[in-house]
T-cell receptor, first 108, second 118 residues
Framework: GQNIDQPTEMTATEGAIVQINCTYQ??????LFWYQQHAGEAPTFLSY????GLEEKGRFSSFLSRSKGYSYLLLKELQMKDSASYLC?????????FGAGTTVTVRA | DTEVTQTPKHLVMGMTNKKSLKCEQH?????MYWYKQKAKKPPELMFV???????INESVPSRFSPECPNSSLLNLHLHALQPEDSALYLC?????????????????FGPGTRLTVL
């Protein structure tokens, strides 16, 4: 099975930056995804990394180090609507396994 | 357009009922998935269909029966469920499934069906 770890909760102020770390142990790595999920809603795709390095998409960036089994999602210029759960998902043997999610609370 | 639709949004059923969940996408995706998500837990993979063929069944009990009538539709037939099967059932699709690592296998999720089994 997969072992995917991410912090349970994080709190930050509106306009600030938050970094959500994800570590994983897996066999047959096919890629790492980040999803955002608001309570009671479906996960929404944010980013995808398969090679080492940084991928930037607007206010969101994601980094991957395959040798360290480590990724992070960086959220910049936080807005109240960014309050949600952020799921790190690793594709291994072509199956997607999710971490437990990090609940981010943005405060005014 | 990355829309996956699911019906119904909510479903309440008794343990002796038979019901079906429906999922539809018109993005030309050839892979479709069913996930189960319990409250405050991450989604768990149930089934994978690739080119309308069942490719993965994650040891799901037979009271859940998937069906892929065509490349745009995915159904999940439910029969004799238990109260512990109450959860959010998510459908997802991607352009391909078993492909060398590319963004074309990014999965897009529908809004889910919230199922309550009494």
């Amino acid at each position: 099975g997969q072992n995917i770890d991410q912090p349970t909760e994080m709190t930050a102020t509106e306009g600030a930056i938050v970094q959500i770390n994800c570590t994983y142990q897996t066999s047959g790595f096919n890629g790492l995804f980040w999803y955002q999920q608001h309570a009671g809603e479906a996960p929404t795709f944010l980013s995808y990394n398969v090679l080492d390095g940084l991928e930037e998409k607007g206010r969101f960036s994601s980094f991957l180090s395959r040798s360290k089994g480590y990724s992070y999602l960086l959220l910049k210029e936080l807005q109240m609507k960014d309050s949600a759960s952020y799921l790190c998902a690793v594709k291994s043997d072509y199956k997607l396994s999710f971490g437990a999610g990090t609940t981010v609370t943005v405060r005014a | 357009d990355t829309e996956v639709t699911q019906t119904p949004k909510h479903l309440v059923m008794g343990m002796t009922n038979k019901k079906s969940l429906k999922c539809e996408q018109h993005m030309g995706h050839r892979a479709m998935y069913w996930y189960k998500q319990k409250a405050k837990k991450p989604p768990e993979l149930m089934f994978v269909y690739s080119y309308e063929k069942l490719s993965i069944n994650e040891s799901v009990p037979s009271r859940f029966s998937p069906e892929c009538p065509n490349s745009s539709l995915l159904n999940l037939h439910l029969h004799a469920l238990q109260p512990e099967d109450s959860a959010l059932y998510l459908c997802a699709s991607s352009y391909v499934w078993r492909e060398t690592p590319r963004s074309t296998d990014t999965q897009y999720f529908g809004p889910g069906t919230r199922l309550t089994v009494l």
